[in-house]
């Protein structure tokens, strides 16, 4: 985007405008978008997956265990999700100034806010497992109406269980939209992800090197994540504006255009 064109986030959007306009916004900062992205998920994939599980030097793994599929889930949750959105939000506020966002300004913003970011979600992220431990559908409801905590700590300055509540209210009357609006931009991510990830796997099993596996997770990650972060994001202001009142009277002796044309 332009630096002068000032994007508007006061405004409600469309389905198709959320996800054009996410797709727009990120292709036309997809330097710095990259650049926040994959300053997250290399060092997090490479300590978490790379060292603690040992996939820098282990041989190709036709079949993932169970930790090495936790582990990595739940450190994307609580962990690259949170700061990529952190990151993202200050992006498009940068964008909403009519400024040049700074890809080190952005990270710096994402770091400076994770500690109260991470503890929401780690609450959040409780409720949710809980949930899907109760037969599965109250852990999906959870996890639509408490999306956008980091959106609420960021942006309303909510702390811990305040976070939820904001997330909660703000999806108030649009858990369907929410839902929707998510699914689709998790489909939209879901095939350059693929493109990514299934040649680096087969790479990976013809060369007995599943490092090469791990080079194609974080690749993808990298370039989907802040994708969805956007989209969620702009969903969320897109809620605000819709939950406010279509018309708002006007302060007391102030005419409206009505009134001056009588």
Same mark, same amino acid.
């Given at each position: 985007?332009?630096?002068?064109?000032?994007?508007?986030?006061?405004?409600?959007?469309?389905?198709?405008?959320?996800?054009?306009?996410?797709?727009?916004?990120?292709?036309q900062?997809?330097?710095?978008?990259?650049?926040?992205?994959?300053?997250?998920?290399?060092?997090v994939?490479?300590?978490?997956?790379?060292?603690?599980?040992?996939?820098?030097?282990? +041989?190709?793994?036709?079949?993932?265990?169970?930790?090495?599929?936790?582990?990595?889930?739940?450190?994307?949750?609580?962990?690259?999700?949170?700061?990529?959105?952190?990151?993202?939000?200050?992006?498009?506020?940068?964008?909403a100034?009519?400024?040049?966002?700074?890809?080190?300004?952005?990270?710096?913003?994402?770091?400076? /806010?994770?500690?109260?970011?991470?503890?929401?979600?780690?609450?959040?992220?409780?409720g949710?497992?809980?949930?899907?431990l109760?037969?599965?559908?109250?852990?999906?409801?959870l996890?639509? =109406?408490?999306?956008?905590?980091?959106?609420?700590?960021?942006?309303d300055?909510? =702390?811990?269980?305040?976070?939820?509540?904001?997330?909660?209210?703000?999806?108030?009357?649009?858990?369907?939209?929410?839902?929707? /609006?998510?699914?689709?931009?998790?489909?939209?991510?879901?095939l350059?992800?693929?493109?990514i990830?299934?040649?680096?796997?087969?790479?990976?099993?013809?060369?007995? =090197?599943?490092?090469?596996?791990?080079?194609?997770?974080?690749?993808?990650?990298?370039?989907?994540? +802040?994708?969805?972060?956007?989209?969620?994001?702009?969903?969320?202001?897109?809620? =605000?504006?819709?939950?406010?009142?279509?018309?708002?009277?006007?302060p +007391?002796?102030?005419?409206?255009?009505?009134?001056e044309?009588?």
């Amino acid at each position: 985007m332009n630096p002068a064109e000032r994007l508007d986030l006061a405004r409600a959007r469309g389905i198709r405008e959320l996800l054009g306009d996410a797709l727009r916004i990120y292709a036309q900062n997809f330097a710095t978008v990259i650049a926040v992205a994959a300053a997250i998920v290399v060092p997090v994939q490479m300590i978490v997956s790379g060292i603690g599980l040992e996939e820098l030097t282990a +041989p190709y793994r036709e079949s993932t265990t169970t930790a090495e599929l936790l582990v990595p889930t739940a450190v994307s949750f609580l962990v690259v999700a949170p700061l990529i959105a952190a990151a993202a939000i200050h992006i498009l506020r940068e964008l909403a100034a009519a400024r040049e966002p700074h890809p080190g300004r952005s990270l710096q913003v994402g770091l400076d /806010v994770f500690a109260p970011v991470f503890l929401a979600v780690v609450l959040a992220g409780v409720g949710i497992a809980v949930g899907l431990l109760a037969l599965i559908v109250p852990g999906v409801f959870l996890a639509v =109406r408490w999306l956008f905590v980091p959106q609420a700590v960021v942006i309303d300055g909510a =702390r811990g269980a305040g976070a939820l509540r904001a997330s909660w209210e703000a999806t108030r009357g649009f858990w369907w939209r929410t839902l929707g /609006v998510i699914l689709l931009a998790n489909l939209v991510a879901l095939l350059p992800g693929l493109l990514i990830v299934s040649p680096l796997n087969a790479l990976a099993e013809s060369a007995d =090197r599943q490092v090469v596996s791990l080079v194609g997770v974080i690749v993808s990650e990298t370039i989907t994540a +802040p994708f969805v972060a956007i989209v969620s994001t702009l969903l969320f202001y897109d809620l =605000r504006a819709r939950a406010q009142p279509a018309t708002q009277a006007p302060p +007391p002796g102030q005419l409206t255009l009505d009134d001056e044309s009588r």
